[in-house]
């Protein structure tokens, strides 16, 4: 299957990465991360580790398949843990990409049975995580492609928006459709984002577009592309 689909009015992989990071299309690398460690898991802003060099942050409903995919783009099985209760847990975790550089989880959220106490603390977490911290340079947003972009994925881009912060959409799980349905549905997400943010779909069973999408986490770490300079890859699996 394709993996990057020309999309109308949409940046297609190679020119969001050209974008991005000022390198031709077509240049697909195959970065890892040896070094990649759990860091910490905080409650609060207090608790967050200091707000130096880059991360970028990876946001998605409870069930979108963000631990999947943040597996998937630092090529470790179980570095965040799927299948927990959905919802319930409210923490954001951090962890260490390499030295200065980290990929942060944030809380899942959109699960119907989580308390409004519960919601209101989410708010108030991620919402003064995106409003006060400096190093974040990215947002990966996980949308599951059946569902489509829903409210809260919009406050997400509102946050993302007023601080000029740059989104990648990814719309996971497409390998649960057909090529057509999968099309149908990358087409009227990037119809309603427009210009506020790339999306591409993506599956964390077949690996469609996850080479591209790990183009997009080192284009917003600031890296170039391999055997440039800064670049940061390592092979393969
Ligand atoms: P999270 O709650 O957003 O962290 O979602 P998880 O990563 O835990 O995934 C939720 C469920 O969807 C799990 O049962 C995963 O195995 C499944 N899942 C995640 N990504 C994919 C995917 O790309 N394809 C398919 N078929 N299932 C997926």
Not at 15 to 31: C, D, F, I, R, V
Not at 111 to 126: G, I, T
Not at 186 to 192: D, K, P, V
């Amino acid at each position: 299957m394709v993996v990057q689909s020309v999309v109308r009015g949409v940046p297609t992989g190679g020119e969001l990465y050209t974008k991005l990071n000022g390198l031709s299309p077509g240049q697909a690398s195959m970065h890892s991360y040896p070094e990649v460690r759990f860091l910490l898991s905080a409650a609060s802003t207090q608790q967050f580790p200091p707000d130096i060099g880059r991360e970028v942050a990876v946001a998605g409903r409870s069930n979108a398949g963000k631990s999947s995919a943040i597996n998937s783009l630092t090529r470790r099985r179980a570095l965040a843990r799927s299948g927990k209760t959905p919802g319930l847990t409210q923490l954001i975790n951090f962890f260490e990409l390499a030295p200065g550089e980290r990929l942060v989880d944030l809380p899942g959220y959109g699960f119907a049975k989580v308390p409004p106490k519960v919601q209101a603390h989410w708010h108030r977490l991620v919402g003064e995580y995106f409003a006060t911290r400096n190093s974040l340079t990215g947002l990966l947003l996980i949308v599951d492609v059946r569902r489509g972009i829903k409210d809260e994925d919009r406050a997400l881009l509102d946050w993302s928006q007023r601080r000029e912060l740059p989104v990648h959409v990814l719309l996971s799980k497409s390998d649960k459709l057909t090529h057509s349905e999968a099309r149908k549905s990358l087409e009227s997400a990037a119809a309603e984002l427009g210009a506020r943010a790339s999306v591409e779909l993506f599956s964390a069973v077949n690996q469609q577009g996850a080479e591209h999408a790990r183009d997009v986490l080192e284009a917003f770490l600031g890296h170039k592309k391999p055997g440039g300079t800064g670049g940061r890859t390592t092979g393969s699996d």
